[in-house]
């Protein structure tokens, strides 16, 4: 079974982090300690991430919205170019974002739409298209 | 156009709430300030909940997720009720709980759950089916 | 000038907590540490709420706008009370509390009101009347 | 009423943005859907910003509170020339600030003070005179 | 490894949780889901707190602090049961508390403190001595 | 007892910001107002940093914790520096950040973690030895 969830961790982790550069969060925490960094890994993209119940576009909103209202800027980063690379359409994202101002107010809405903006533009898909 | 507002947010309020007792946000506004409780009514149900950009289904989850993560017991009490009205699966409903605990931590997540499983029972939906 | 800052701190604390049942924050204090309790006391009454640069009832309102987005209830319960004690307009309250939605979202906005209405019902002043 | 509350906006937002440079959250929310951005500024900017029952300079404060200790530093150097534009003086503003301290903590304090300070720099205000 | 991490579970699960009433948070995540609560439950308590580089007591005053500041009170109930478990003094959880104050604010260390009471009373340490 | 307070205060302050450069806490509350400055240094380092109940080093864990789930990366920086002034070790402050995200979360760890590993390099302790 720790092969398998070795496996769900590196298909998972490509399939988000494909074209993303920069440091990675295992690489970060790798830094400090190999262990910890494997087992966090495992734990989090290859039992939480890969789990079958929500479809991965979904569990990106999902990921989006927390992010927005804990405005994790930097994560939330991530997850937008994770969430483009499982499909969600741009127009979604800014939806989810702009829903999030009636829990956690707007200036954090605000810091996620600023952080969405980057993001698109960094893929050309800003301005966002009538079919997107 | 204003009509057509008022019109959308009837109608959601009454998808989102239906079976719902105890009191709403609106009524709760109400009992303050009549003219501002009707602002904040159609914006919030009128001009948001009822965007056709996201299924009413995935607007539940985002609520969820955000609620949780912010710990709005009372409020996620409500939308885990309206997401169950617009046909989320109480599967999808843990399984987004517990994704936020990646975001928002553990301790915050163990409200969520504990929150949902109250709903649950409440709807005759505990212990989750195999199906559900 | 201690003897000033005790003299301050017993007055605000009289002005502030008059007909305020239950335990205060300085009583909660010293059934831990009395050295310690009478520090943060004679800090937080003594030298920041007697200070002259805003009116008492700009303060409440300060305070009850804080600690509604931080949802802090029971602070909020307390300092409610004291805003009605140096002045501050039911009607005031309200309008401080929902102008809060948009900085920390509706959920604590929601909160905020009905830790209002509770304790204007508690003094006699629910429903506001059209003069308050 | 709608053109009323047109009026309302426009003149509001004119009141506080006057001198302000950089994107407003109007021009924000406007890239990415125009309807929404007219919604999102006709609802918080007129029908709660020009409400009457807390004048200008007490919403200013209110709004400074919150955004400090909800950490909101972009949000806050706007709500803070906003302040400047309707009257509010540089040490109410500093008394605020620090005043947040008791419910928010100290470090949410400090980045309040700092944002603060660089505020009143840009619009030669510091350091502060003694009547101010 | 993996029998590994099951006996360390096991034994800091049981060293933590003595005698401790009430719902564990592993039983509330196995009413949702056995295999989750498992991944859990191994990554929480065996692969995070059975590591050796921070003694118990230490990790326990961690937590104190974080769920403190964080407000998580259900949470900080249980932590504060786990830290007079692996030996932390009550003077010492108090003190933990009192200067949570500083970073996350004065009601947050009030609710900390009223929790942090609760435990002693249940435990016949309070008042507390002036050896603890 | 003013005088001792004072005394407490300068050498638990150089004790801290020991080779600290910048701007301390206390010079940004000093160009705002001299005496509240004052209250507010003798207050925290004082009157609650300078108490014996926890030794320095544990202290500084707890600030550790908190500062990195609250997020405060400025005064996360300080507080690093200070721990590491008392003799924290760079593994003990890696594994009370790595300890937080159950309670904080992941992002917030994570930001915590980039934080330490800034302060270590700035301290040529990077990257960690086998015995630190």
Redesign the interface.
Known sequence: M?NDVSKKTAETAALYFKGVSGEK?YE??K???RN?AR??SL??TG??YS?Q??PHP??Q???V????????T??LDLHLRAALNVGCKP??L???I???????????M??G??TL?KVLEENDLW??ADED
């Open positions: 720790s969060p970060l925490w830094s400090f300690d910890l087992d966090l734990f989090i039992q939480i789990r119940v929500l979904t569990r909103l999902v990921a919205a927390t992010l927005t209202v804990l405005e994790k930097e994560e127009r979604e800014a939806e989810t702009f829903q999030t101002a009636i829990y956690g107010g707007v200036p954090a605000n810091q739409l600023k903006r301005p966002i």
